[in-house]
């Protein structure tokens, strides 16, 4: 192997281009660490608001310092540090690494703490990088809201969170309306939910629950249209207060979410994947010398699921 790996980030914030390769040399493992040769990466909306200079990640970066992104990792162990026994090398894994403060899995290798991985078939598809941030995302919001409390609308669905957020709470037993602009398209993979347009939405007064993907203006605007005695989660941190406050002005009961590294929750994922229970879709793959592209890609907000970079 070589002494240097690749990593993509940024340097000074802005548009895609701005994104550049480094190269880094291979780290000394500290204790319960594990250094991994990337089969792919993902990106999330997080990484592109970082680059653009948003968010509390981004305010942490210190004038002219390098800041690798991304945080989805599936590749398999290359050397593993002391106090690191149940891991092998060669063995394929996939994880979450390094959120929120430590991003770095835009690269060739990445160093990961040993409980953000679990150890999975070698034989998965390179697409299951885009599972783990997102996933978890998703199973962590549901878990905040109640099955058994009335119809779960969830808007931006067709979103990396929110086409895995359909199916789980499908599989959790929620009666799901998905709000989209893209009802044709929802509609196409049959994941066993009612599709509306926002138009319908806001066509008259709703009861039920909201997981807000989208945040802002949109996400107050739908529970201004909602009982008020609706539950939510918003999930995009930016306007996560904005909206919990609008929530509480209306007499709803909102939170925002922090996804955690959670082993657990990315088995339980996974085994959802590899059993067929939760198709995983990808809308395109980017090599990492075309990080910029993907970005660019990203923000023109076509896409269906998610978005993969091959190492």
């Keep these: 192997m070589d002494k240097n790996y690749k990593q993509?980030?940024?340097?000074?914030?802005?548009?895609?281009?701005?994104?550049?390769?480094?190269?880094?040399?291979?780290?000394?493992?500290?204790?319960?660490?594990?250094?991994?040769?990337?089969?792919?990466?993902?990106?999330?909306?997080?990484?592109?608001?970082?680059r653009c200079g948003?968010?509390?990640?981004?305010?942490?970066?210190?004038?002219?310092?390098f800041l690798p992104l991304g945080y989805d990792v599936l590749g398999v162990v290359e050397a593993v540090g002391e106090g690191v026994s149940d891991l092998a090398v060669g063995e394929t894994v996939m994880g979450m690494v390094g959120f929120?403060?430590?991003?770095g899995c835009y690269a060739t290798h990445v160093t990961a703490h040993r409980e953000e991985l679990i150890a999975i078939d070698a034989k998965v598809s390179e697409d299951l990088a885009g599972l783990s941030l997102a996933g978890?995302?998703?199973?962590?919001?549901?878990?905040?809201?109640?099955?058994?409390?009335?119809?779960l609308f969830i808007n931006a669905p067709t979103g990396g969170v929110g086409h895995l957020a359909l199916q789980l709470a499908a599989l959790k037993g929620f009666d799901i309306v998905a709000v989209t602009t893209r009802k044709a398209l929802i509609a196409s993979l049959n994941f066993n939910v009612t599709v509306m347009s926002y138009e319908?939405?806001?066509s008259?007064?709703?009861?039920?629950?909201?997981?807000?993907?989208?945040?802002?203006?949109?996400?107050?605007?739908?529970?201004?249209?909602?009982?008020?005695?609706t539950k939510?989660?918003?999930?995009?941190?930016?306007?996560?207060?904005?909206?919990?406050?609008?929530g509480e002005s209306l007499g709803a009961q909102g939170e925002g979410i922090l996804v955690q590294?959670?082993?657990?929750?990315?088995?339980?994922?996974?085994k959802t994947v590899v059993t067929q229970q939760v198709h995983l879709v990808v809308s395109k793959k980017f090599k990492l010398d075309e990080i910029a592209l993907a970005h660019k890609y990203v923000e023109q907000g076509e896409h269906f699921g998610k978005v993969i970079i091959v190492a």
Excluded: W
């Design 232 to 246: 939510f989660v918003t999930v995009p941190s930016i306007t996560k207060d904005a909206v919990i406050k609008h």
């Design 261 to 270: 590294t959670n082993p657990n929750h990315l088995n339980e994922l996974y």
């Design 100 to 103: 929120p403060q430590t991003p």
């Design 54 to 65: 948003l968010g509390y990640v981004a305010q942490a970066k210190a004038d002219d310092a």
């Design 136 to 151: 978890l995302t998703a199973l962590q919001s549901l878990e905040k809201l109640d099955v058994n409390a009335g119809t």
């Design 204 to 229: 008259e007064s709703r009861s039920g629950q909201l997981l807000d993907l989208v945040g802002g203006e949109l996400a107050c605007k739908m529970l201004s249209n909602l009982m008020a005695d």
């Design 200 to 202: 319908e939405f806001f």
């Design 8 to 50: 993509a980030g940024v340097v000074h914030f802005g548009p895609a281009d701005t994104l550049e390769i480094k190269h880094i040399p291979k780290p000394v493992l500290e204790h319960g660490q594990v250094f991994i040769r990337i089969t792919s990466s993902s990106i999330n909306p997080i990484d592109v608001k970082t």
